[in-house]
């Protein structure tokens, strides 16, 4: 089992930056894969962002390449995603997610684990 606590969410001007944490505790060693997800109202649940946990290889939907970065810091068992250039269409709740294995990183029903999720809402 792998526990996530997702933090750093909250309320912020278009184009202002805001950066969310993942914490993961538990069976972290059998963590492949990081992947932040997002769904805003009325919506599915949304691939943003996934980092490979030893490689530190990355990957980014279109809509946030080049304004968001994933990252992951191996001691403290805890990812980030920066979050640079907001817009509002970026609100949303934004879950972080853990996958044991490797393969496809933008489907969530690959991941196994998920966090409570934390808000962000971007005003215009």
């Known amino acids: 089992q792998v526990q996530l606590v997702e933090s750093g969410g909250g309320l912020v001007e278009a184009g202002g930056p805001l950066r969310l944490s993942c914490a993961a505790s538990g069976r972290t060693s059998s963590t492949h894969t990081m992947g932040w997800f997002r769904q805003a109202p009325g919506k599915e649940r949304e691939f943003v962002a996934a980092?490979?946990?030893?490689?530190?290889?990355?990957y980014y939907t279109d809509s946030v390449r080049g304004r968001f970065t994933i990252s992951r810091d191996n001691a403290k068992n805890t990812g980030y995603l920066q979050m640079n250039s907001l817009k509002p269409e970026d609100t949303a709740i934004y879950y972080c997610?853990?996958?044991?294995?490797?393969?496809?990183?933008?489907?969530?029903?690959?991941?196994?684990?998920w966090g409570q999720g934390t808000q962000v809402t971007v005003s215009s």
């Open positions: 980092v490979v946990w030893r490689s530190e290889l990355t």
């Open positions: 997610a853990v996958k044991a294995f490797l393969g496809v990183v933008d489907d969530r029903r690959k991941y196994d684990y």
